[in-house]
Every structure is written in structure tokens, then in C-alpha cells.
């Protein structure tokens, strides 16, 4: 069972857009994760958010935990050619250490 | 610092072969889990590691999987005898604490 709903699954934008990444669940998470995963790589995390409403920025990233911290959201303003990667959302239940992804988001931004 | 390194990169074998991958966490992570990603999934939980004793192996798909992590440094991970389904990307990753997890590059493995 998939517990994180990540969409759009894939995103193809010109430089200079903006977007926004959903990740959405009906399981209450501990906390949530971002991560950007570059081919022949590992995810590389980004961000953990852990207060419901809690809203992070990163550059040009901002990161949003949902009040009821079942959903999250990851937007970039004025996407870069250096931004495209797989982004995965994560997260932890109330018990456990194990992670649990969402499928990701490819992200393409063409110049 | 060195991160966590993986080895093989890629493997590729035939169907009831045994294939064992290994990773070395980043010093003085006393955590150590592992993930799988099959095509068209999400990454999976395989099991955690804290020094060498199984704090968590709910993940693992069944017996043909054993993971080891002796002395409560590096890991191995044998999957014998492997089958079609087992092919996918394998990733290790660890922790100081249950905080960050820092991932490796993956081993691809391919079962033929």
C-alpha cells in the first residue's frame, strides 16, 4: 500500500515557470521529508518539515507541511535548468524509523 | 568526510544465482538501514540497523533475503536464490541518530 501520493508524476517546464509538487496521504506523519535524487545517485534530502503549517524556504524553494500533517507541497519559483531532478517526498509515522516515499516527481525545466 | 558508499554498482545476474551487495555507512552512523526501488514503485523500507542488531526487518520481501551487519560497520545484503521480481535498485543509507538518513548511489540490480 502506497502510503504517499506524489503528483504530478512528471512536470516538462521552460525556465523561468513556476511550479508546485503535491504529496498527499490520508496517514498523519511525524514528519515529512523533500529529497532531489539525480540519476546514479541517492536521494539527497532537502528539507524536513515537522510542525503542521510549518512553511520552509530553501532559495527559491518553499516548502510547506499541511495542518493536519497528512499532505505537503514543494513549490519553485522561476524554475532553472539546474533544478530538474526526481523530487521525493518522505516521511515518517508517529513509530518506526523506516521511511515512506512517494513515488516522485520528474521535473524537466528546458532553457 | 566520506559518505556512504555501495558496491556493486550495477549487477547483473541470472535467475537463481545468489548476489550479495554491500555497504559501507558513513563512520560513526550507528543506524544503518536499507530501501529498494523496483521499476514503477515508490522506495521501499527493507529493514534498520542499529550497530549490528536488526531493530527492524518488517520490509523484507522474504527468506531468500539476509542481511548482515557484523562487527556494526559495514552491511551486506545476500539474496539467494534471486529471482525475477528481486530486480531493482537497492539503496543503503544511515544515521548518527533517528534523524537525517543519508542515502548511497544504489546498486542496480538486474536479474535475468
Known amino acids: 500500500t502506497q502510503l504517499l501520493e506524489q503528483s504530478p508524476q512528471f512536470l516538462s517546464i521552460q525556465e523561468g515557470e513556476n511550479l508546485t509538487v503535491y504529496c498527499n496521504s490520508s496517514?498523519?506523519?511525524?514528519?515529512l521529508q523533500w529529497y532531489r535524487q539525480e540519476p546514479g545517485e541517492g536521494p539527497v534530502l532537502l528539507v524536513t518539515v515537522v510542525t503542521g503549517g510549518e512553511v520552509k524556504k530553501l532559495k527559491r524553494l518553499t516548502f510547506q507541511f499541511g495542518d493536519a500533517r497528512k499532505d505537503s507541497s514543494l513549490h519553485i519559483t522561476a524554475a532553472q535548468p539546474g533544478d530538474t531532478g526526481l523530487y521525493l517526498c518522505?516521511?515518517?509515522?508517529?513509530?518506526?524509523?523506516?521511511?515512506?516515499f512517494g513515488k516522485g516527481t520528474s521535473l524537466l525545466v528546458t532553457p | 568526510e566520506a559518505g556512504v558508499t555501495q558496491f556493486p554498482s550495477h549487477s547483473v545476474i541470472e535467475k537463481g544465482q545468489t548476489v550479495t551487495l554491500r555497504c559501507d555507512p558513513i563512520s560513526g552512523h550507528d543506524n544503518l538501514y536499507w530501501y529498494r526501488r523496483v521499476m514503477g514503485k515508490e522506495i521501499k523500507f527493507l529493514l534498520h540497523f542499529v550497530k549490528e542488531s536488526k531493530q527492524d526487518e518488517s520490509g523484507m520481501p522474504n527468506n531468500r533475503f539476509l542481511a548482515e551487519r557484523t562487527g556494526g560497520t559495514y552491511s551486506t545484503l545476500k539474496v539467494q536464490p534471486a529471482e525475477l521480481e528481486d530486480s531493482g535498485v537497492y539503496f543503503c543509507?544511515?544515521?548518527?541518530?533517528?534523524?537525517?538518513?543519508?542515502f548511497g548511489p544504489g546498486t542496480r540490480l538486474t536479474v535475468l
Open positions: 518522505a516521511g515518517y509515522l508517529n513509530s518506526g524509523y523506516a521511511l515512506n
Open positions: 543509507a544511515s544515521s548518527q541518530y533517528t534523524d537525517t538518513q543519508y
Open positions: 496517514s498523519v506523519f511525524s514528519s
